[in-house]
Protein backbone atom coordinates (compact mmCIF):
# COMPACT_ATOMS: atom_id res chain seq x y z
CA UNK A 1 0.00 0.00 0.00
CA UNK A 2 1.56 3.14 -1.23
CA UNK A 3 -1.91 5.32 -0.61
CA UNK A 4 -3.95 5.98 2.36
CA UNK A 5 -7.81 6.10 1.57
CA UNK A 6 -9.69 8.03 4.02
CA UNK A 7 -13.27 8.26 5.15
CA UNK A 8 -14.21 11.83 6.76
CA UNK A 9 -16.90 11.72 9.55
CA UNK A 10 -18.51 15.20 9.64
CA UNK A 11 -18.49 17.97 7.12
CA UNK A 12 -17.46 21.45 8.59
CA UNK A 13 -14.85 23.40 10.23
CA UNK A 14 -13.06 20.25 11.14
CA UNK A 15 -14.04 18.14 8.57
CA UNK A 16 -12.39 21.00 5.91
CA UNK A 17 -9.25 21.64 7.80
CA UNK A 18 -8.41 17.80 7.64
CA UNK A 19 -9.62 17.91 4.00
CA UNK A 20 -6.82 20.53 3.52
CA UNK A 21 -3.93 18.65 5.20
CA UNK A 22 -4.75 15.51 3.48
CA UNK A 23 -5.29 17.30 -0.16
CA UNK A 24 -1.36 18.06 0.78
CA UNK A 25 -0.34 14.65 1.41
CA UNK A 26 0.31 13.01 -1.98
CA UNK A 27 0.31 9.70 0.27
CA UNK A 28 -3.36 10.70 1.09
CA UNK A 29 -6.74 10.23 -0.74
CA UNK A 30 -9.98 11.45 0.85
CA UNK A 31 -12.71 9.09 -1.02
CA UNK A 32 -15.43 9.88 1.06
CA UNK A 33 -17.10 11.99 3.45
CA UNK A 34 -20.08 10.98 5.82
CA UNK A 35 -22.16 13.84 7.85
CA UNK A 36 -25.73 14.92 8.43
CA UNK A 37 -25.66 18.04 6.82
CA UNK A 38 -22.93 19.97 4.09
CA UNK A 39 -22.59 17.27 1.92
CA UNK A 40 -22.74 19.07 -1.33
CA UNK A 41 -20.38 21.74 -0.46
CA UNK A 42 -17.58 19.77 1.12
CA UNK A 43 -17.04 17.53 -1.47
CA UNK A 44 -17.41 20.16 -4.17
CA UNK A 45 -14.90 22.13 -2.93
CA UNK A 46 -12.25 19.63 -2.17
CA UNK A 47 -13.29 16.87 -4.97
CA UNK A 48 -14.51 13.87 -2.94
CA UNK A 49 -16.06 11.64 -4.93
CA UNK A 50 -18.71 10.02 -2.35
CA UNK A 51 -21.22 11.04 0.32
CA UNK A 52 -22.96 9.62 2.62
CA UNK A 53 -25.73 11.08 5.02
CA UNK A 54 -25.47 7.60 7.03
CA UNK A 55 -21.93 7.79 8.14
CA UNK A 56 -21.79 3.87 8.84
CA UNK A 57 -22.35 3.29 4.70
CA UNK A 58 -18.87 5.08 4.59
CA UNK A 59 -17.57 2.76 7.33
CA UNK A 60 -18.56 -0.63 5.61
CA UNK A 61 -16.75 0.44 2.59
CA UNK A 62 -13.50 -2.45 2.20
CA UNK A 63 -11.34 0.15 0.30
CA UNK A 64 -10.76 2.81 3.32
CA UNK A 65 -8.51 2.05 5.85
CA UNK A 66 -8.16 5.55 7.92
CA UNK A 67 -11.23 7.46 9.09
CA UNK A 68 -11.10 11.34 10.42
CA UNK A 69 -13.77 11.79 13.21
CA UNK A 70 -14.61 15.51 12.92
CA UNK A 71 -18.18 15.60 14.60
CA UNK A 72 -18.90 17.01 17.87
CA UNK A 73 -17.60 15.96 20.88
CA UNK A 74 -20.36 13.81 22.17
CA UNK A 75 -20.21 11.51 18.83
CA UNK A 76 -16.74 10.86 19.12
CA UNK A 77 -17.45 7.69 21.28
CA UNK A 78 -20.21 5.98 18.91
CA UNK A 79 -18.14 6.76 15.77
CA UNK A 80 -14.76 5.86 16.92
CA UNK A 81 -16.80 2.39 18.83
CA UNK A 82 -18.64 1.91 14.97
CA UNK A 83 -14.89 2.37 13.39
CA UNK A 84 -12.82 -0.05 15.15
CA UNK A 85 -16.07 -3.00 14.96
CA UNK A 86 -15.05 -2.47 11.05
CA UNK A 87 -11.49 -2.42 11.19
CA UNK A 88 -10.73 1.11 10.50
CA UNK A 89 -7.37 2.99 11.91
CA UNK A 90 -9.00 6.10 13.45
CA UNK A 91 -7.89 9.72 13.70
CA UNK A 92 -10.31 11.37 16.48
CA UNK A 93 -10.32 15.02 16.84
CA UNK A 94 -9.95 16.89 20.59
CA UNK A 95 -11.11 16.04 22.93
CA UNK A 96 -11.05 12.53 23.08
CA UNK A 97 -15.21 11.90 24.75
CA UNK A 98 -16.95 13.89 27.08
CA UNK A 99 -15.97 11.91 29.34
CA UNK A 100 -13.53 9.39 31.40
CA UNK A 101 -15.92 6.63 30.68
CA UNK A 102 -16.47 6.64 26.77
CA UNK A 103 -12.35 7.42 26.40
CA UNK A 104 -11.44 4.16 28.09
CA UNK A 105 -14.40 2.46 26.02
CA UNK A 106 -12.90 4.07 22.79
CA UNK A 107 -9.12 2.81 23.88
CA UNK A 108 -10.39 -0.67 24.53
CA UNK A 109 -12.73 -1.02 21.46
CA UNK A 110 -9.43 -0.14 19.39
CA UNK A 111 -7.37 -2.50 21.01
CA UNK A 112 -9.87 -5.53 20.43
CA UNK A 113 -10.30 -4.43 16.99
CA UNK A 114 -6.39 -3.80 16.72
CA UNK A 115 -6.69 -0.73 15.07
CA UNK A 116 -4.74 2.34 15.65
CA UNK A 117 -6.42 4.89 16.91
CA UNK A 118 -5.04 8.66 16.61
CA UNK A 119 -6.10 11.55 19.21
CA UNK A 120 -5.67 14.57 17.01
CA UNK A 121 -3.83 17.06 19.30
CA UNK A 122 -2.54 19.47 15.96
CA UNK A 123 -0.43 21.38 18.63
CA UNK A 124 2.25 18.39 18.87
CA UNK A 125 3.16 19.15 15.47
CA UNK A 126 2.67 23.27 14.91
CA UNK A 127 6.00 23.81 13.77
CA UNK A 128 7.07 26.95 16.17
CA UNK A 129 6.30 24.25 19.10
CA UNK A 130 8.41 21.64 17.40
CA UNK A 131 11.06 23.99 17.15
CA UNK A 132 10.67 25.10 20.79
CA UNK A 133 11.09 21.43 21.61
CA UNK A 134 14.30 21.39 19.87
CA UNK A 135 15.76 24.63 21.49
CA UNK A 136 14.50 23.28 24.72
CA UNK A 137 15.94 19.54 24.15
CA UNK A 138 19.46 20.93 23.17
CA UNK A 139 19.66 22.73 26.25
CA UNK A 140 19.32 26.12 25.79
CA UNK A 141 17.34 26.90 29.11
CA UNK A 142 18.78 24.72 31.47
CA UNK A 143 16.24 22.31 33.47
CA UNK A 144 12.49 23.51 32.83
CA UNK A 145 10.32 24.06 35.88
CA UNK A 146 7.54 26.44 34.47
CA UNK A 147 5.23 25.77 31.15
CA UNK A 148 2.16 28.29 30.48
CA UNK A 149 -0.18 27.91 27.78
CA UNK A 150 -3.29 29.01 26.44
CA UNK A 151 -6.10 28.93 23.75
CA UNK A 152 -8.32 31.66 24.14
CA UNK A 153 -10.69 33.27 21.25
CA UNK A 154 -14.02 35.09 21.49
CA UNK A 155 -16.78 32.10 20.57
CA UNK A 156 -17.23 28.90 19.87
CA UNK A 157 -18.68 28.71 15.89
CA UNK A 158 -20.31 25.44 16.78
CA UNK A 159 -23.89 25.25 18.45
CA UNK A 160 -22.53 21.98 19.85
CA UNK A 161 -19.60 23.12 21.72
CA UNK A 162 -22.08 25.85 23.18
CA UNK A 163 -23.98 22.87 24.82
CA UNK A 164 -22.25 21.23 28.08
CA UNK A 165 -24.25 18.13 27.26
CA UNK A 166 -22.57 17.50 23.59
CA UNK A 167 -19.41 19.13 24.01
CA UNK A 168 -18.96 17.95 27.85
CA UNK A 169 -17.86 21.53 29.64
CA UNK A 170 -17.49 24.31 27.96
CA UNK A 171 -13.77 25.92 27.14
CA UNK A 172 -11.40 24.26 29.56
CA UNK A 173 -12.23 20.67 27.27
CA UNK A 174 -12.99 22.38 24.77
CA UNK A 175 -9.52 24.97 24.47
CA UNK A 176 -7.58 24.40 26.92
CA UNK A 177 -7.44 20.73 25.93
CA UNK A 178 -5.32 22.00 23.50
CA UNK A 179 -2.20 23.08 25.92
CA UNK A 180 -3.03 20.47 28.35
CA UNK A 181 -2.28 17.87 25.42
CA UNK A 182 1.05 19.74 24.49
CA UNK A 183 1.99 20.02 28.06
CA UNK A 184 1.84 16.40 28.34
CA UNK A 185 3.60 15.93 25.71
CA UNK A 186 6.32 18.44 25.92
CA UNK A 187 6.89 17.58 30.19
CA UNK A 188 6.13 14.06 30.32
CA UNK A 189 8.44 11.85 28.85
CA UNK A 190 5.83 9.66 26.96
CA UNK A 191 3.69 9.60 29.72
CA UNK A 192 6.06 9.01 32.30
CA UNK A 193 6.04 11.76 34.29
CA UNK A 194 2.62 11.97 35.50
CA UNK A 195 0.58 15.07 36.81
CA UNK A 196 0.21 14.26 39.84
CA UNK A 197 -2.01 17.66 41.56
CA UNK A 198 -4.34 19.52 39.51
CA UNK A 199 -6.38 22.84 40.36
CA UNK A 200 -9.09 24.34 38.23
CA UNK A 201 -11.25 27.14 38.25
CA UNK A 202 -14.20 27.89 35.84
CA UNK A 203 -17.52 30.20 35.81
CA UNK A 204 -20.17 28.24 36.10
CA UNK A 205 -21.80 28.69 32.68
CA UNK A 206 -25.17 30.69 31.61
CA UNK A 207 -26.22 33.63 33.72
CA UNK A 208 -22.67 33.27 35.53
CA UNK A 209 -20.49 33.41 32.28
CA UNK A 210 -18.55 36.35 31.68
CA UNK A 211 -19.94 36.99 28.15
CA UNK A 212 -21.74 33.90 26.02
CA UNK A 213 -25.07 33.66 28.37
CA UNK A 214 -26.62 31.29 26.30
CA UNK A 215 -23.60 28.44 26.15
CA UNK A 216 -24.21 25.93 28.75
CA UNK A 217 -20.60 25.69 29.43
CA UNK A 218 -17.89 27.68 31.62
CA UNK A 219 -16.65 30.64 28.89
CA UNK A 220 -13.60 30.80 31.11
CA UNK A 221 -11.25 28.33 32.98
CA UNK A 222 -7.85 28.78 34.34
CA UNK A 223 -6.02 25.74 35.53
CA UNK A 224 -2.75 24.75 37.48
CA UNK A 225 -0.86 21.47 36.93
CA UNK A 226 2.16 19.46 39.04
CA UNK A 227 3.93 17.01 37.56
CA UNK A 228 5.80 14.35 39.34
CA UNK A 229 9.30 15.46 38.36
CA UNK A 230 8.12 18.79 40.17
CA UNK A 231 7.46 21.15 36.85
CA UNK A 232 4.29 22.93 37.41
CA UNK A 233 2.13 24.24 34.38
CA UNK A 234 -0.55 27.02 34.36
CA UNK A 235 -3.53 26.69 31.56
CA UNK A 236 -6.28 28.89 30.48
CA UNK A 237 -8.72 28.76 27.97
CA UNK A 238 -11.35 31.51 27.44
CA UNK A 239 -14.16 32.63 25.12
CA UNK A 240 -13.68 36.48 26.22
CA UNK A 241 -10.80 37.29 24.12
CA UNK A 242 -11.29 39.59 20.94
CA UNK A 243 -9.51 40.38 18.39
CA UNK A 244 -8.60 36.48 17.14
CA UNK A 245 -7.41 33.31 18.12
CA UNK A 246 -4.72 33.61 20.61
CA UNK A 247 -2.53 30.68 21.31
CA UNK A 248 0.51 30.87 23.01
CA UNK A 249 3.45 28.91 25.16
CA UNK A 250 5.59 30.04 27.56
CA UNK A 251 8.80 27.61 28.83
CA UNK A 252 10.35 28.90 31.92
CA UNK A 253 14.12 27.13 32.01
CA UNK A 254 16.75 27.39 35.33
CA UNK A 255 19.32 29.86 32.35
CA UNK A 256 16.51 30.35 30.07
CA UNK A 257 13.28 31.07 28.67
CA UNK A 258 11.09 30.34 25.51
CA UNK A 259 8.11 32.25 24.26
CA UNK A 260 5.75 30.61 20.84
CA UNK A 261 2.42 32.62 19.24
CA UNK A 262 1.20 30.27 17.31
CA UNK A 263 -1.53 32.67 15.81
CA UNK A 264 -0.67 36.59 16.11
CA UNK A 265 2.74 36.52 15.05
CA UNK A 266 2.67 36.71 11.13
CA UNK A 267 5.19 38.43 8.89
CA UNK A 268 2.22 40.15 7.57
CA UNK A 269 0.70 43.73 7.98
CA UNK A 270 -2.13 44.39 5.98
CA UNK A 271 -3.82 48.24 6.39
CA UNK A 272 -7.08 48.00 5.13
CA UNK A 273 -9.89 50.77 4.38
CA UNK A 274 -12.55 48.41 2.48
CA UNK A 275 -11.51 45.31 4.09
CA UNK A 276 -11.28 41.33 3.08
CA UNK A 277 -12.19 38.10 3.42
CA UNK A 278 -10.14 36.63 5.96
CA UNK A 279 -7.42 37.28 8.45
CA UNK A 280 -7.20 34.53 11.06
CA UNK A 281 -9.57 32.45 12.99
CA UNK A 282 -12.52 33.96 15.02
CA UNK A 283 -11.10 37.75 14.19
CA UNK A 284 -14.84 40.14 13.62
CA UNK A 285 -13.35 41.83 10.75
CA UNK A 286 -10.37 42.56 8.52
CA UNK A 287 -10.22 46.97 8.85
CA UNK A 288 -7.57 48.99 9.70
CA UNK A 289 -4.28 47.05 10.43
CA UNK A 290 -4.12 43.09 10.58
CA UNK A 291 -1.79 40.87 11.12
CA UNK A 292 -3.64 37.77 8.43
CA UNK A 293 -2.36 34.47 9.21
CA UNK A 294 -0.29 33.41 6.36
CA UNK A 295 -0.92 29.33 6.23
CA UNK A 296 -2.96 28.94 9.81
CA UNK A 297 -3.91 24.84 9.26
CA UNK A 298 0.16 24.99 8.77
CA UNK A 299 0.96 27.15 11.52
CA UNK A 300 -1.46 24.81 13.90
CA UNK A 301 0.37 21.52 13.11
CA UNK A 302 -2.56 20.02 11.22
CA UNK A 303 -0.67 19.19 8.03
CA UNK A 304 2.29 17.82 9.98
CA UNK A 305 -0.02 16.02 12.53
CA UNK A 306 -2.26 14.31 9.65
CA UNK A 307 0.19 13.18 7.65
CA UNK A 308 1.73 11.60 10.58
CA UNK A 309 -1.04 9.68 11.39
CA UNK A 310 -0.88 8.60 7.82
CA UNK A 311 2.75 7.53 7.62
CA UNK A 312 1.97 5.69 10.77
CA UNK A 313 -1.00 3.48 9.14
CA UNK A 314 1.92 2.73 5.92
CA UNK A 315 4.29 1.71 8.06
CA UNK A 316 1.95 0.03 10.75
CA UNK A 317 3.25 2.10 13.28
CA UNK A 318 1.73 3.08 16.40
CA UNK A 319 1.61 6.30 17.36
CA UNK A 320 3.77 8.42 19.38
CA UNK A 321 2.60 9.17 23.13
CA UNK A 322 1.13 12.77 22.86
CA UNK A 323 -0.91 11.64 19.63
CA UNK A 324 -1.97 8.37 21.11
CA UNK A 325 -5.53 7.26 22.88
CA UNK A 326 -3.64 7.19 26.12
CA UNK A 327 -2.20 10.97 26.16
CA UNK A 328 -5.94 11.70 24.88
CA UNK A 329 -7.62 10.09 28.08
CA UNK A 330 -5.07 11.61 30.34
CA UNK A 331 -6.07 14.96 29.22
CA UNK A 332 -9.95 13.98 29.79
CA UNK A 333 -9.06 12.57 33.53
CA UNK A 334 -6.82 16.11 33.97
CA UNK A 335 -9.97 18.15 32.77
CA UNK A 336 -11.99 16.11 34.89
CA UNK A 337 -9.97 16.60 38.08
CA UNK A 338 -10.01 19.79 36.99
CA UNK A 339 -13.48 20.39 37.38
CA UNK A 340 -13.77 18.90 40.35
CA UNK A 341 -11.30 21.14 41.43
CA UNK A 342 -13.34 23.93 40.61
CA UNK A 343 -16.79 22.54 42.14
CA UNK A 344 -15.15 21.77 45.56
CA UNK A 345 -12.72 24.68 46.10
CA UNK A 346 -9.48 22.47 46.53
CA UNK A 347 -6.24 20.56 44.78
CA UNK A 348 -6.88 16.94 43.53
CA UNK A 349 -4.47 14.57 44.08
CA UNK A 350 -4.02 11.93 41.32
CA UNK A 351 -1.98 9.95 38.82
CA UNK A 352 -2.65 11.03 34.96
N1 LIG B 1 -8.00 20.42 16.60
C1 LIG B 1 -8.61 21.58 16.52
O1 LIG B 1 -7.98 22.63 16.57
C2 LIG B 1 -10.10 21.62 16.33
C3 LIG B 1 -10.70 22.78 15.84
C4 LIG B 1 -12.08 22.78 15.65
C5 LIG B 1 -12.82 21.66 15.97
N2 LIG B 1 -12.22 20.55 16.46
C6 LIG B 1 -13.00 19.37 16.84
O2 LIG B 1 -13.63 18.83 15.69
C7 LIG B 1 -14.91 18.30 16.01
C8 LIG B 1 -15.95 18.93 15.09
O3 LIG B 1 -16.00 20.32 15.36
P1 LIG B 1 -16.47 21.37 14.24
O4 LIG B 1 -15.96 22.68 14.72
O5 LIG B 1 -16.13 20.88 12.90
O6 LIG B 1 -18.05 21.31 14.45
P2 LIG B 1 -19.15 21.88 13.47
O7 LIG B 1 -20.32 22.19 14.33
O8 LIG B 1 -18.56 22.92 12.58
O9 LIG B 1 -19.51 20.61 12.56
C9 LIG B 1 -20.13 19.47 13.10
C10 LIG B 1 -20.19 18.41 12.03
O10 LIG B 1 -20.70 17.21 12.59
C11 LIG B 1 -21.64 16.65 11.70
N3 LIG B 1 -22.60 15.85 12.46
C12 LIG B 1 -23.38 16.25 13.50
N4 LIG B 1 -24.14 15.21 13.92
C13 LIG B 1 -23.82 14.14 13.14
C14 LIG B 1 -24.22 12.80 13.07
N5 LIG B 1 -25.15 12.31 13.91
N6 LIG B 1 -23.69 11.98 12.14
C15 LIG B 1 -22.76 12.45 11.27
N7 LIG B 1 -22.30 13.73 11.31
C16 LIG B 1 -22.84 14.55 12.21
C17 LIG B 1 -22.29 17.83 11.01
O11 LIG B 1 -22.81 17.40 9.74
C18 LIG B 1 -21.11 18.78 10.86
O12 LIG B 1 -20.43 18.49 9.68
C19 LIG B 1 -15.14 18.60 17.49
O13 LIG B 1 -14.83 17.46 18.25
C20 LIG B 1 -14.14 19.71 17.81
O14 LIG B 1 -13.68 19.68 19.14
C21 LIG B 1 -10.87 20.52 16.62
Not at 189 to 199: A, D, L, S
Request: proline content about 3%; hydrophobic content about 40%; charged content about 25%.
Amino acid sequence: MDKVRIGIVGSKFAADFHCDSYSRNEKAEVVAVGAIDNLEAISRKWNIPDTYEDYRQMLDRDDIQLISVCVPNFLHHEVVLEAARRGKHILCEKPLATNIQDGEAMIAACEKAGVKLFYAEDWCFAPALRRVISIVDEGAVGDVVYVKAKETHCGTHSPFAKNAKTCGGGCLIHLAIHPIGWILHFLSGGGKNKVVEVIGKVNGGGADNYVHKDNTGEDWAVGILKFADGQHAFVEGNYVTVGGMDDKVEIYGKEGLVKADLTMGSSLDVYSRPGYAYALEKTDNTLGWTRPAVDEFYNLGYVHELAYAVDCVLKNEPPMYGLSGAAGLACLQIVDAMYRSSREGKTIQGEW
